[in-house]
């Protein structure tokens, strides 16, 4: 008795990769969230890393 080869179906592959316009505005979401709102943080410790960072980066923040 031979076998008969089955044929092989590709399965359907769902893309993963999103619009690069949307990586772009999530990117500029947490850049904002991490300048502006932990920046201006009350916490001491949270705001002078923050302020710190501003510095290094050349980011005016005085």
Do not use: K
């Not at 850049?31 to 005016?60: E, K, Q, T």
């Amino acid at each position: 008795m031979s076998e008969t080869p089955t044929a092989v179906v590709p399965q359907n592959r769902t893309r993963t990769a999103t619009h690069p316009l949307l990586q772009l505005g999530g990117a500029a979401l947490i850049g904002l969230f991490v300048v502006y709102g932990v920046g201006f943080s009350h916490i001491m410790p949270v705001h002078n890393a923050a302020h710190d960072v501003r510095h290094s980066a050349v980011f005016p923040c005085h």
